[in-house]
Nanobody, 125 residues
Framework: QVQLVESGGGLVQAGGSLRLSCAASGLTFSRYFMAWFRQAPGTEREFLAAISGTGENIYYADSVKGRFAISRDNAKNTVYLQMNSLKPEDTAVYYC??????????????????WGQGTQVTVSA
């Protein structure tokens, strides 16, 4: 079965950086889009970024464009989210996702994806 395991979260000062990792297993990794979402307390789940299987197509939400960068290493079955210039409003649980249908998952059909357990990112003012 598909398993996704996030790591790299933690506490960071505003303006700092973190690099999240998501290790995948149970799939032919390079065939699939991978994506990152986050969810802060009291908010809906928010799409952040997605990358195609070969890295040719990348999409970012406006809220993180220019600050976050998604990448993947298919030899390691791992997708990354480099987060720079972090703000307190970036505080959330960050989730790795393997969408079976990227369009529907971004539109809110979260059951159309596999999900990791999440990793907490806290940005202090």
């Amino acid at each position: 079965q598909v398993q996704l395991v996030e790591s790299g979260g933690g506490l960071v000062q505003a303006g700092g950086s973190l690099r999240l990792s998501c290790a995948a297993s149970g799939l032919t990794f390079s065939r699939y889009f991978m994506a990152w979402f986050r969810q802060a307390p009291g908010t809906e789940r928010e799409f952040l970024a997605a990358i195609s299987g070969t890295g040719e197509n990348i999409y970012y939400a406006d809220s993180v464009k220019g600050r976050f960068a998604i990448s993947r290493d298919n030899a390691k079955n791992t997708v990354y989210l480099q987060m720079n210039s972090l703000k307190p409003e970036d505080t959330a649980v960050y989730y790795c996702s393997l969408p079976r249908n990227l369009r529907t998952v971004v539109g809110g059909q979260y059951e159309d994806a596999y999900w990791g357990q999440g990793t907490q990112v806290t940005v202090s003012a």
